[in-house]
């Protein structure tokens, strides 16, 4: 090549140079606007770690982002003998009860509320409730006050007690305010069961530990229990409001009473009696409504039924009455017991099924299986012993109590074979005949 030809290729070389440079640059250019679009920000903001531009993204890309929680599907159980689904919870439900008046039934759940229901819609196609909401925290107990104008709950994440007052209003409805002040933390271990008295003389705490304490109405501490038992499974106020009672890791039953004086002041705790015949650790255990009966069921697989009508303070110790096999509660974590007001059935909850006993004979009669998606949390009969309730999912069930009907059948016949004069003959055929269309709507009546 020429000297002379060289300044000419030299200028064409660098010509070329600057037009690959520029479609370099365009390339890359459209390669960030790209991926502006796509992410909704600009590309150099994501790899400086800067935050997003708000403005920058539309509101249907930020719907994109969002992550979906799947609403959890609602476990479905049919039976013949259940009476009511009660469904408004949307969180898992961990405690009932039923108000003293019997009007009422408390449920509280983790989806922060306190549901009031009213027993008379039980039947009925749609189910009326009540809600009170828990700020900032969930209640995992619920127990009624004695006059039904209040209720307390013990709040998970705060390890308080806290009371609500239940105010009626013109429309027949009721408002629900919790008072200024929780009760004060005393607990070191987490409490696993709380009651009142119906005297409304004192409110009851247990927990884990082994520690139940014995409180004012006003939050302060009377008396704090050591019950001695490694630890505490449950713990319960008898229905006379005179004694509490515990039970956990030993094969017994400790039942105190809590004394006052004649002008109401407390006075003490003292030990009444005990009830011992279990061979393994005490799972649960349940007063009857006049406290005549107790009955417990344990590791060692049984259940028992005592006679607790005793002059415990003159060292008498409970009859035992009968002893029955409930294999399930030698493995379960969780065991729970619910004795009729009138002793005559008693319900035992294992896992998520339901299995009924008739006390007398101690036969298993009913037995209903995955009656939850979750295991049961809480069993209870109402105060008149016609409806069983558990809960255990974000569902309360209720079963029609045809052990109790049967039961009722057998007392009344036997009866009418000893009673003495027409108008006793005439008041107990009445309630043997009640009984006995009960079963048979229900067909359940045994031929």
Same mark, same amino acid.
């Given at each position: 090549?020429?000297?002379? +030809?060289?300044?000419?290729?030299?200028?064409?070389?660098?010509?070329?140079?600057?037009?690959?440079? &520029?479609?370099?640059?365009?390339?890359?250019?459209?390669?960030?606007?790209?991926?502006?679009?796509?992410?909704?920000?600009?590309?150099?903001?994501?790899?400086?770690? *800067?935050?997003?531009?708000?403005?920058?993204?539309?509101?249907?890309?930020?719907?994109?982002?969002?992550?979906?929680?799947?609403?959890?599907?609602?476990?479905?159980?049919?039976?013949?003998?259940?009476?009511?689904?009660?469904?408004?919870?949307?969180?898992?439900?961990?405690?009932?009860?039923f108000s003293s008046n019997g009007k009422?039934?408390?449920?509280?759940?983790?989806?922060?509320?306190?549901?009031?229901?009213?027993?008379?819609?039980?039947?009925?196609?749609?189910?009326?409730?009540?809600?009170?909401?828990?700020?900032?925290?969930?209640?995992?107990?619920?127990?009624?006050?004695?006059?039904?104008?209040?209720?307390?709950?013990?709040?998970?994440?705060?390890?308080?007690?806290?009371?609500?007052? &239940?105010?009626?209003?013109?429309?027949?409805?009721?408002? *629900?305010?919790?008072?200024?002040?929780? *009760?004060?933390?005393?607990?070191?271990?987490?409490?696993?069961?709380?009651?009142?008295?119906?005297?409304?003389?004192?409110? &009851?705490?247990?927990?884990?530990?082994?520690?139940?304490?014995?409180? @004012?109405?006003?939050?302060?501490?009377?008396?704090?229990?050591?019950?001695?038992?490694?630890?505490?499974?449950?713990?319960?106020?008898?229905?006379?409001?005179?004694?509490?009672?515990?039970?956990?890791?030993?094969?017994?039953?400790?039942?105190?009473?809590?004394?006052?004086?004649?002008?109401?002041?407390?006075?003490?705790?003292?030990?009444?009696?005990?009830?011992?015949?279990?061979?393994?650790?005490?799972?649960?255990?349940?007063f009857s409504n006049d406290l005549r009966?107790?009955?417990?069921?344990?590791?060692?697989?049984?259940?028992?039924?005592?006679?607790?009508?005793?002059?415990?303070?003159?060292?008498?110790?409970?009859?035992?009455?009968?002893?029955?096999? *409930?294999?399930?509660?030698?493995?379960?974590?969780?065991?729970?017991?619910?004795?009729?007001?009138?002793?005559?059935?008693?319900?035992?909850?294992?896992? @998520?099924?339901?299995?009924?006993?008739?006390?007398?004979?101690?036969?298993?009669?009913?037995?209903?299986?995955?009656?939850?998606?979750?295991?049961?949390?809480?069993?209870?009969?109402?105060?008149?012993?016609?409806?069983?309730?558990?809960?255990?999912?974000?569902?309360?069930?209720?079963?029609?109590?045809?052990?109790?009907?049967?039961?009722?059948?057998?007392?009344?016949?036997?009866?009418?074979?000893?009673?003495?004069?027409?108008?006793?003959?005439?008041?107990?055929? +009445?309630?043997?005949?009640?009984? +006995?269309?009960?079963?048979?709507?229900?067909?359940?009546?045994?031929?």
């Open positions: 090549m020429e000297l002379s +030809q060289m300044p000419e290729f030299m200028g064409l070389s660098v010509l070329l140079g600057l037009l690959a440079l &520029m479609a370099t640059v365009a390339v890359a250019r459209g390669w960030l606007r790209a991926e502006e679009e796509r992410s909704g920000r600009p590309a150099c903001q994501k790899a400086n770690g *800067f935050p997003p531009d708000k403005s920058s993204g539309s509101k249907k890309q930020k719907q994109y982002q969002r992550i979906r929680k799947e609403k959890p599907q609602q476990h479905n159980f049919t039976h013949r003998l259940l009476a009511a689904a009660l469904k408004s919870h949307s969180g898992n439900i961990s405690c009932m009860d009422y039934l408390a449920t509280c759940a983790d989806d922060r509320t306190i549901r009031i229901w009213s027993t008379k819609d039980f039947l009925q196609r749609e189910h009326r409730s009540m809600r009170a909401n828990v700020e900032l925290d969930h209640a995992t107990l619920v127990r009624f006050s004695p006059d039904c104008r209040a209720f307390i709950v013990w709040l998970a994440n705060g390890d308080t007690l806290r009371v609500f007052k &239940m105010t009626k209003r013109e429309d027949g409805g009721y408002t *629900f305010t919790a008072t200024p002040e929780d *009760f004060p933390k005393k607990h070191k271990a987490p409490v696993i069961d709380i009651g009142i008295a119906n005297t409304g003389k004192f409110i &009851m705490t247990a927990s884990s530990d082994t520690t139940v304490l014995i409180w @004012s109405l006003k939050g302060q501490v009377l008396s704090a229990i050591n019950t001695n038992q490694m630890n505490n499974t449950h713990a319960a106020v008898s229905p006379c409001g005179r004694f509490v009672a515990s039970c956990g890791f030993t094969p017994d039953v400790k039942v105190w009473e809590v004394c006052f004086g004649k002008k109401g002041e407390f006075q003490e705790v003292v030990r009444a009696f005990e009830l011992k015949g279990h061979s393994a650790a005490v799972r649960s255990f349940a009966r107790m009955a417990s069921v344990s590791k060692d697989g049984t259940w028992k039924l005592w006679d607790t009508d005793v002059e415990y303070k003159k060292q008498q110790d409970p009859y035992l009455l009968r002893t029955g096999r *409930f294999e399930e509660a030698v493995g379960a974590a969780l065991c729970r017991l619910a004795l009729s007001p009138d002793a005559q059935v008693l319900a035992l909850a294992s896992g @998520s099924s339901i299995h009924l006993y008739n006390t007398r004979r101690g036969e298993k009669e009913e037995c209903f299986e995955r009656v939850h998606g979750e295991c049961i949390t809480d069993l209870s009969f109402d105060i008149t012993g016609r409806f069983l309730a558990s809960c255990g999912d974000r569902a309360v069930r209720l079963f029609h109590n045809t052990p109790g009907h049967r039961a009722m059948v057998e007392e009344m016949q036997g009866h009418l074979k000893r009673a003495s004069n027409d108008s006793t003959r005439q008041r107990l055929q +009445q309630k043997l005949t009640q009984a +006995q269309e009960t079963l048979k709507s229900l067909g359940a009546l045994k031929k």
